[in-house]
């Protein structure tokens, strides 16, 4: 499933100053010491090792120019060549948009030939270096290239990237800004670049791609004059590049974007990065990283354990990212200008993903955000009269299924988290359900979609189910008792999709018939019953009434019975145009992919906790590691991390909107989380370890728990949680 690689000096440098820390007092213990950005960066996990400010506006990292769905982020572990520095990357995703305005130092002449091609080009020009040449640690980057000597060092603030290029002795200083040669996949359809003078370039990106029409307007303030320039638009309009001369042996450059204007990019770049003190910038920054990362303090035995932990709450923290500028402005949907009046307007909105984990975690450590985010999501609405189901850079790229704005707003609402208006807020939730969209029609007509007009109906209903239950649960707080009524029993159409006979969900014709044939292992990428798996993972997508689902089954034991098999299914998966998201198999359980998060937690409602825990182990020990490859499928943007997070810690938002969240099996042996300012709650396990996975019993307070789960309000209002952990199960716990 994970093919090991070797690990590299540099971490083995950050394991040892993470394990080192862990012997001081925890005063003076640096937590962003015990974070590895290389984590993921191999295998499928699609992540990024460059500099960024948490949630911020610049994801600044370097791009290997290699096409592949293994470089969505721009970066893979197992490239060696540098085609730039870009300032915008997407964490984790399946998709390779952004990577925009890069960097490049070279110490040779450059020409640009017109109708040059991509490759050409990075033949070229582009760097080569070794891992033991890059440094990667919270909002830091360094990478020194081996075929010029020039090294290359980065670091962030929350709107501006901060560039130091350090040129060697009898080299030219030569600085490529590259806007059209592509290193990732979208297509730019106008640029420009501008000398304004001779330590400011400013210009514009304009392009098509997964972000329907992107427009990044940038602005560049240089540390020492430009001495000479070259200017071309080597394809047309849409491939403007630029070379620059410098005279001096270290040049930094200071960098702002904006969505809006030149204007805006350059007071965003001044207004968040006035000095070129590099090192205070750099550790202002890591400090941000410091300070979110304390948010949650755990204490453990294994150092590894730490890094894995403290990586991934950092990853969690890598996106949504900031879209509006420093006066509010941003780019609206349709392209006009818009302004975010008092709030932070967020973009990369990986809903289908992170509703399920991500979203619930920003509620426990991030409401001021969690506030924003949501305002974010209803000025979506406002602008298109739905609420977004994938937002990217002011663009709705209508990707993956289901409504899934709706649980994140409504886990907000029903929390008691923010100012938004809650009446215009359930108002976006009920229109957006009643949009007939993607057999939402359908949906409302008949109760389900027929999989012979709607494609991949099952992952739809399915998930669509999940929001119509958090619509009538927000009604049913507002007084709105017959819309409650309405969306609770659409909630319950995943009882259409029930095959009494192969005990499945499976897909349904027009004529009420099931699709045939039918395997429960088969998966196809397109044209499914199913999104990125089979009826094997989507049997237990009701997360919304897992009672309901008991029942459908026969019962707690034939239900247990039948979870079970999923586990120890021989072939999983079958099909040769089965989704390459579908990784991190256990039986047919697919850990790398999203809609399966929740399901080992779903013996705890069958009298069978402990083969939850058995489970939760099993994958926190050999899903998630210290190296390269340590990600079992996609971050995407966060919710992969989330899972890791919630579940060292010993619990999980089985449904994110129910305001409970459900025992699985804590590894680390504390987790102190700061839920407001001075408030904590800690969770205690002195005797978790790998072995000791089975709880023997907890504590809440002093008061023994005989339940499987602890209620928001009880982590909110801050005390103690206390596990007893075991080496053998305890078959009878929560019966």
Same mark, same amino acid.
């Given at each position: 499933?994970?093919?090991?690689?070797?690990?590299?000096?540099?971490?083995?440098?950050?394991?040892?100053?993470?394990?080192?820390?862990?012997?001081?007092?925890?005063?003076?213990?640096?937590?962003?010491?015990?974070?590895?950005?290389?984590?993921?960066?191999?295998?499928?996990?699609?992540?990024?090792?460059?500099?960024?400010?948490?949630?911020?506006?610049?994801?600044?990292?370097?791009?290997?120019?290699?096409?592949?769905?293994?470089?969505?982020?721009?970066?893979?572990?197992?490239?060696?060549?540098?085609?730039?520095?870009?300032?915008?990357?997407?964490?984790?995703?399946?998709?390779?948009?952004?990577?925009?305005?890069?960097?490049?130092?070279?110490?040779?002449?450059?020409?640009?030939?017109?109708?040059?091609?991509?490759?050409?080009? %990075?033949?070229?020009?582009? $760097?080569?270096? +070794?891992? #033991?040449? /890059?440094? !990667?640690?919270?909002?830091?980057?360094?990478?020194?290239?081996?075929?010029?000597?020039?090294?290359?060092?980065?670091?962030?603030?929350?709107?501006?990237?901060?560039?130091?290029?350090?040129?060697?002795?009898?080299?030219?200083?030569?600085?490529?800004?590259?806007?059209?040669?592509?290193?990732?996949?979208?297509?730019?359809?106008?640029?420009?670049?501008?000398?304004?003078?001779?330590?400011?370039?400013?210009?514009?990106?304009?392009?098509?791609?997964?972000?329907?029409?992107?427009?990044?307007?940038?602005?560049?303030?240089?540390?020492?004059?430009?001495?000479?320039?070259?200017?071309?638009?080597?394809?047309?309009?849409?491939?403007?590049?630029?070379?620059?001369?410098?005279?001096?042996?270290? %040049?930094?450059?200071?960098? $702002?974007?904006? +969505?809006? #204007?030149? /204007?805006? !990019?350059?007071?965003?770049?001044?207004?968040?990065?006035?000095?070129?003190?590099?090192?205070?910038?750099?550790?202002?920054?890591?400090?941000?990283?410091?300070?979110?990362?304390?948010?949650?303090?755990?204490?453990?035995?294994?150092?590894?354990?730490?890094?894995?932990?403290?990586?991934?709450?950092?990853?969690?923290?890598?996106?949504?990212?900031?879209?509006?500028?420093?006066?509010?402005?941003?780019?609206?949907?349709?392209?006009?200008?818009?302004?975010?009046?008092?709030?932070?307007?967020?973009?990369?909105?990986?809903?289908?993903?992170?509703?399920?984990?991500?979203?619930?975690?920003?509620?426990?450590?991030?409401?001021?955000?969690?506030?924003?985010?949501?305002?974010?999501?209803?000025?979506?609405?406002?602008?298109? $009269?739905?609420?977004?189901?994938?937002?990217?850079?002011?663009?709705?790229?209508?990707?993956?299924?289901?409504?899934?704005?709706?649980?994140?707003?409504?886990?907000?609402?029903?929390?008691?988290?923010?100012?938004?208006?809650?009446?215009?807020?359930?108002?976006?939730?009920?229109?957006?359900?009643?949009?007939?969209?993607?057999?939402?029609?359908?949906?409302?007509?008949?109760?389900?979609?027929?999989?012979?007009?709607?494609?991949?109906?099952?992952?739809?209903?399915?998930?669509?189910?999940?929001?119509?239950?958090?619509?009538?649960?927000?009604?049913?707080?507002?007084?709105?008792?017959?819309?409650?009524?309405?969306?609770?029993?659409?909630?319950?159409?995943?009882?259409?999709?029930?095959?009494?006979?192969?005990?499945?969900?499976?897909?349904?014709?027009?004529?009420?018939?099931?699709?045939?044939?039918?395997?429960?292992?088969?998966?196809?990428?397109?044209?499914?019953?199913?999104?990125?798996?089979?009826?094997?993972?989507?049997?237990?997508?009701?997360?919304?009434?897992?009672?309901?689902?008991?029942?459908?089954?026969?019962?707690?034991?034939?239900?247990?019975?039948?979870?079970?098999?999923?586990?120890?299914?021989?072939?999983?998966?079958?099909?040769?145009?089965?989704?390459?998201?579908?990784?991190?198999?256990?039986?047919?359980?697919?850990?790398?992919?999203?809609?399966?998060?929740?399901?080992?937690?779903?013996?705890?409602?069958?009298?069978?906790?402990?083969?939850?825990?058995?489970?939760?182990?099993?994958?926190?020990?050999?899903?998630?590691?210290?190296?390269?490859?340590?990600?079992?499928?996609?971050?995407?943007?966060?919710?992969?991390?989330?899972?890791?997070?919630?579940?060292?810690?010993?619990?999980?938002?089985?449904?994110?909107?129910?305001?409970?969240?459900?025992?699985?099996?804590?590894?680390?042996?504390?987790?102190?989380?700061?839920?407001?300012?001075?408030?904590?709650?800690?969770?205690?396990?002195?005797?978790?370890?790998?072995?000791?996975?089975?709880?023997?019993?907890?504590?809440?307070?002093?008061?023994?728990?005989?339940?499987?789960?602890?209620?928001?309000?009880?982590?909110?209002?801050?005390?103690?949680?206390?596990?007893?952990?075991?080496?053998?199960?305890?078959?009878?716990?929560?019966?």
């Amino acid at each position: 499933m994970i093919k090991p690689i070797s690990f590299f000096t540099g971490t083995l440098l950050l394991l040892s100053a993470c394990a080192s820390s862990a012997t001081k007092q925890v005063k003076q213990e640096r937590l962003t010491d015990c974070v590895n950005p290389f984590i993921g960066t191999a295998y499928h996990g699609h992540t990024y090792p460059g500099a960024v400010f948490p949630f911020g506006q610049i994801q600044l990292s370097p791009d290997n120019g290699t096409q592949g769905w293994d470089w969505c982020s721009g970066y893979h572990y197992s490239d060696s060549i540098v085609a730039g520095f870009s300032h915008m990357h997407l964490s984790g995703t399946g998709i390779g948009d952004l990577a925009d305005i890069s960097f490049l130092p070279v110490t040779t002449d450059v020409n640009f030939t017109e109708g040059e091609k991509n490759s050409d080009f %990075v033949s070229r020009y582009a $760097g080569r270096y +070794s891992h #033991s040449q /890059e440094v !990667a640690n919270p909002g830091y980057y360094a990478m020194t290239l081996k075929n010029n000597g020039v090294k290359a060092e980065f670091t962030v603030t929350e709107r501006a990237g901060l560039h130091r290029y350090s040129f060697p002795e009898g080299s030219q200083n030569n600085l490529i800004i590259n806007l059209g040669f592509a290193i990732n996949w979208d297509k730019p359809y106008q640029t420009s670049i501008q000398l304004v003078d001779s330590s400011l370039v400013t210009g514009s990106r304009l392009s098509h791609g997964w972000a329907a029409d992107q427009h990044v307007y940038f602005a560049v303030r240089f540390s020492a004059p430009v001495s000479g320039s070259g200017i071309s638009n080597v394809g047309g309009e849409g491939r403007s590049v630029a070379f620059l001369k410098f005279s001096k042996k270290q %040049v930094m450059a200071k960098v $702002g974007v904006s +969505s809006v #204007s030149i /204007e805006n !990019a350059l007071a965003n770049l001044d207004v968040s990065l006035p000095g070129w003190d590099f090192e205070t910038t750099r550790k202002a920054a890591s400090d941000a990283w410091e300070k979110e990362l304390s948010k949650i303090r755990i204490q453990t035995n294994d150092t590894r354990q730490k890094t894995i932990f403290y990586t991934s709450l950092y990853h969690t923290m890598v996106a949504p990212a900031l879209f509006s500028d420093s006066n509010g402005e941003f780019k609206g949907v349709k392209g006009d200008l818009q302004k975010a009046g008092g709030y932070n307007r967020y973009t990369v909105f990986s809903l289908w993903d992170t509703y399920r984990a991500l979203h619930p975690l920003f509620t426990l450590t991030q409401q001021p955000k969690v506030n924003d985010m949501v305002k974010s999501m209803l000025d979506h609405y406002r602008q298109t $009269g739905l609420l977004p189901l994938w937002e990217l850079e002011g663009n709705e790229t209508f990707c993956m299924v289901g409504n899934h704005s709706i649980p994140v707003i409504a886990e907000a609402l029903l929390k008691g988290i923010g100012d938004f208006d809650h009446q215009l807020a359930f108002e976006a939730m009920k229109v957006t359900s009643m949009h007939d969209r993607d057999g939402m029609g359908l949906y409302d007509k008949l109760g389900y979609m027929p999989a012979d007009k709607v494609q991949q109906s099952v992952a739809k209903s399915l998930e669509v189910a999940i929001d119509d239950w958090c619509v009538a649960a927000v009604a049913q707080k507002l007084g709105k008792t017959a819309d409650a009524a309405y969306f609770g029993k659409r909630a319950e159409s995943f009882r259409a999709y029930f095959d009494k006979e192969t005990r499945f969900m499976r897909g349904k014709l027009s004529n009420g018939q099931w699709t045939t044939p039918f395997d429960p292992a088969f998966s196809k990428h397109e044209g499914s019953d199913y999104t990125e798996g089979n009826g094997w993972q989507y049997l237990w997508l009701v997360p919304q009434n897992v009672p309901g689902l008991i029942d459908l089954l026969g019962g707690k034991e034939p239900f247990a019975d039948k979870l079970d098999q999923l586990f120890k299914v021989e072939e999983g998966v079958k099909g040769k145009e089965a989704s390459s998201d579908i990784s991190g198999l256990i039986g047919a359980y697919a850990h790398g992919n999203e809609p399966g998060h929740h399901t080992t937690f779903l013996f705890n409602y069958a009298g069978r906790a402990w083969r939850t825990q058995e489970l939760n182990r099993q994958i926190q020990t050999t899903m998630y590691t210290d190296k390269p490859d340590g990600l079992c499928g996609n971050e995407d943007c966060g919710q992969m991390s989330a899972w890791y997070v919630f579940s060292a810690m010993g619990f999980y938002p089985v449904n994110p909107s129910d305001l409970t969240y459900q025992f699985g099996s804590p590894l680390v042996q504390e987790a102190k989380l700061e839920v407001k300012p001075g408030k904590y709650f800690t969770v205690k396990a002195p005797n978790a370890s790998v072995a000791n996975k089975y709880i023997h019993g907890v504590k809440l307070n002093g008061q023994v728990l005989n339940r499987t789960f602890i209620t928001h309000q009880e982590i909110m209002d801050g005390g103690t949680l206390e596990f007893t952990m075991g080496s053998e199960p305890n078959k009878n716990l929560f019966k």
